[in-house]
T-cell receptor, first 114, second 112 residues
Framework: AQKITQTQPGMFVQEKEAVTLDCTYD???????LFWYKQPSSGEMIFLIY??????QNATEGRYSLNFQKARKSANLVISASQLGDSAMYFC???????????FGSGTKLNVKP | SAVISQKPSRDICQRGTSLTIQCQVD?????MFWYRQQPGQSLTLIAT?????????ESGFVIDKFPISRPNLTFSTLTVSNMSPEDSSIYLC?????????FGPGTRLTVT
């Protein structure tokens, strides 16, 4: 069965600094996908970035990059140049090859300090 | 990206009653899902809404309690039946095709 683990319940980062949010996963599938979502206090889930298991390059979307280490089964999110608006809950998620099921980690609450 | 709306945005219901939550997508999508999120917790998948057939439920969720409809590729409903205070939660709809998966704003349900 698939499992997503986020070991950092909460993190602080200084504004304008980079921060890495950890995510490890467990699956026996060869083909799968990994996501990161942001959930501000308002509650909406905002899609940030996606990485396919066969993608050779790490995904990047603006200030977000996904550090994908397949052998270690990790998919860490790197946010560069943190902004106050980045303060939110961040969820790592995994899907099977058919996008039939999604599994979410427990989340990491990020606080950006001015 | 797909835009997803949910109705109602919030509701307060009495125990023993039922509430139907609607999810509307602005474009045709392959997959639609329903999640539950307790305050401060992660998302738990309730079921996958299949177009034209019965929903696929996750362990711990049953059709009698959470009947789901999906009559077409842009719309789905989730009913929370015979509600109890333990059903108080945020219910989220997500939809998409392939890796493009987006979420609705959620329905905040309080059962008294």
């Amino acid at each position: 069965a698939q499992k997503i683990t986020q070991t950092q319940p909460g993190m602080f980062v200084q504004e304008k600094e980079a921060v890495t949010l950890d995510c490890t996963y467990d699956t026996s599938d060869q083909s799968y996908g990994l996501f990161w979502y942001k959930q501000p206090s308002s509650g909406e889930m905002i899609f940030l970035i996606y990485q396919g298991s066969y993608d050779e390059q790490n995904a990047t979307e603006g200030r977000y990059s996904l550090n994908f280490q397949k052998a270690r089964k990790s998919a860490n999110l790197v946010i560069s140049a943190s902004q106050l608006g980045d303060s939110a809950m961040y969820f790592c998620a995994m899907t099977d090859y058919n996008f039939n099921k999604f599994y979410f980690g427990s989340g990491t609450k990020l606080n950006v300090k001015p | 990206s797909a835009v997803i709306s949910q109705k109602p945005s919030r509701d307060i219901c009495q125990r023993g009653t039922s509430l139907t939550i609607q999810c509307q997508v602005d474009s045709q999508v392959t997959m639609m899902f329903w999640y539950r999120q307790q305050p401060g917790q992660s998302l738990t998948l309730i079921a996958t809404a299949n177009q034209g057939s019965e929903a696929t439920y996750e362990s711990g969720f049953v059709i009698d309690k959470f009947p789901i409809s999906r009559p077409n590729l842009t719309f789905s409903t989730l009913t929370v039946s015979n509600m109890s205070p333990e059903d108080s939660s945020i219910y989220l709809c997500s939809a998409g095709t392939g890796y493009e998966q987006y979420f609705g704003p959620g329905t905040r349900l309080t059962v008294t």
